[in-house]
């Protein structure tokens, strides 16, 4: 299998030195106040769902807006910059009636952290795109209904190829690292894990992976409860470039 050409210089560079990564996209969009009509665009203007707050989107009627956050990231020295795709699932998507947009989405996302990232680079200061793989909006371990809860409104195997066709889409449009962020249940990042590793072998390429989890409540678990150092053992064999918290 090949390696991408950024795993290993990654890798020498953290043991030089500490690499920044960049900070949130959402509060960066917020503050842009955009409107209904900012969100449809052209393109969009007469599509049947309410589209305000799909974010994800804005890469395809915005770009414009979502190429100067990641510029804004790099002048405050980002080495490294997230794709605005944390929700570009077709999972997600689907919320929207936007399943069908969910790769295009995401090459396109890549492509524009990739124009930004390779403006800013210099010889001394690369920078580097992460192709972020989001936990959907869907759980494959919890209930959402509290009367039934042997229920599940997902399943590993659904997981698994939405998560393929995102992490096709990123590697196509330019990612450096595939990040697998904001994991609040274990099973989906074991789905998004497999898909990943799975897309590498069928592709014949190797890139970083990151994951970050996030803890929901005092209690210091995931949603599926697990422990930080449980879901870091749940996830190791991944063998990732960084493993963490948000």
């Known amino acids: 299998m090949k390696t991408h050409p950024a795993f290993n210089t990654l890798k020498s560079l953290l043991q030089q030195r500490i690499l920044i990564l960049d900070g949130a996209t959402g509060t960066m969009v917020q503050r842009l106040k955009l409107e209904e009509d900012d969100y449809r665009g052209a393109r969009f203007a007469d599509w049947p769902s309410d589209l305000k707050g799909n974010n994800d989107l804005l890469v395809l009627t915005q770009p414009e807006a979502v190429l100067d956050i990641h510029k804004q990231y790099l002048d405050a020295g980002a080495d490294l910059i997230e794709t605005n795709t944390f929700n570009a699932t077709r999972i997600a998507m689907a919320d929207y009636s936007m399943e069908e947009l969910s790769y295009e989405m995401n090459v396109t996302a890549a492509k524009l952290a990739r124009q930004a990232a390779d403006a800013a ?126």
Do not use: W
């Open 121 to 246: 680079s210099t010889p001394d200061k690369p920078r580097f795109v992460c192709g972020v793989l989001g936990p959907t909006n869907r759980t494959a371990s919890i209930s959402p209904d509290v009367n039934d809860p042997g229920f599940r409104n997902t399943s590993f195997d659904e997981l698994v190829e939405a998560y393929k066709e995102s992490t096709r889409g990123l590697i196509e449009g330019g990612a450096d690292i595939i990040m697998i962020e904001t994991i609040f249940d274990t099973l989906n990042a074991k789905a998004s894990v497999f898909a990943v590793q799975t897309v590498f072998e069928e592709d014949d390429i190797e890139l970083a992976i990151m994951i970050s989890g996030t803890i929901t409540d005092q209690s210091g678990r995931t949603l599926s409860g697990q422990t930080t150092e449980a879901f870091y053992n749940s996830l190791r064999h991944a063998n990732p470039l960084s493993i963490g918290l948000n």
